[in-house]
């Protein structure tokens, strides 16, 4: 082998064992099959407008946290990602790179398969949502997952090559997180009758309990910070004060 031929292998395969410590986790194996592949790329967002709109926004009572920005798109497995097929199981992958997001969620309007599964693993590799399959969904064929933490998810989706044609797939939201579930905001506020958690001290006792914490998220963007009935069931599932499940509204 010539030393050009030698030095361009030696490159690869350091950027090989970089991108392999990079996504070090469990399921790392679906991002080195996905190395090459072009990224759904969301760049990043001004974090400054964000904050000003959303000190306005939290003024009103009952309007729900925003957690994220929604990046609306029409993406199937014919028109991004990459395929490949064995013969026997067709893969399908598609990496997310949201720059500086602090995690990511996706929303699908369209979700048909008829056989196999879908996964959306984390950056790092160590977490995945999923895998999703037919049986799971409901009637409505909606899939919205919860978040990965990250600037960048993969989804993988492998289905029997005989049954590749009949996928129905599209992605429509893509949620670029820029706060909540766990990152920390840049200044700690709370109401005038309650205690902001995020400001306790490590041995005050409400940090067991703060621990424990409800939220419905709707459409991938905002958070509802109160909880509704099912069936006319009265079932505790959260505990809110009165003027709390006041300013909650349907």
Request: aromatic residues 8%.
């Amino acid at each position: 082998m010539s030393r050009p031929m030698m030095f361009r292998a030696g490159l690869l395969a350091l950027a090989s064992l970089l991108f392999a410590h990079a996504h070090a986790g469990p399921y790392s194996e679906d991002w080195t099959r996905s190395v090459g592949v072009q990224p759904l790329y969301f760049p990043a967002l001004d974090l400054n407008r964000l904050a000003a709109e959303d000190a306005v926004s939290e003024q009103t009572k009952g309007r729900p946290f925003r957690f994220a920005v929604g990046h609306d798109v029409s993406v199937t497995p014919s028109n991004a990602g990459f395929w490949t097929d064995d013969g026997r199981t067709a893969r399908w992958s598609l990496p997310i790179h949201a720059e500086d997001a602090a995690h990511i969620n996706l929303g699908f309007t369209e979700f048909s398969l008829p056989s196999g599964e879908l996964r959306i693993v984390s950056q790092d590799g160590s977490t995945v949502a999923g895998p999703y399959r037919q049986r799971d969904l409901p009637a409505h064929g909606q899939l919205w997952t919860p978040v990965l933490m990250g600037e960048k998810s993969l989804l993988v989706l492998e289905v029997p090559s005989r049954m590749r044609t009949q996928v129905r797939l599209q992605l429509n939201r893509v949620g670029h997180g820029y706060r909540g579930f766990g990152v920390e905001s840049v200044a700690c506020r709370s109401g005038a009758c309650n205690t902001d958690v995020a400001c306790l001290g490590p041995s005050d006792p409400w940090n067991l309990p703060r621990r424990s914490v409800g939220a419905i998220t709707v459409g991938g963007t905002d958070n509802f910070r109160c909880f509704a009935q099912q069936h006319q069931q009265r079932s505790p599932h959260a505990v809110l004060d009165r003027h709390a499940l006041r300013d909650c509204k349907r």
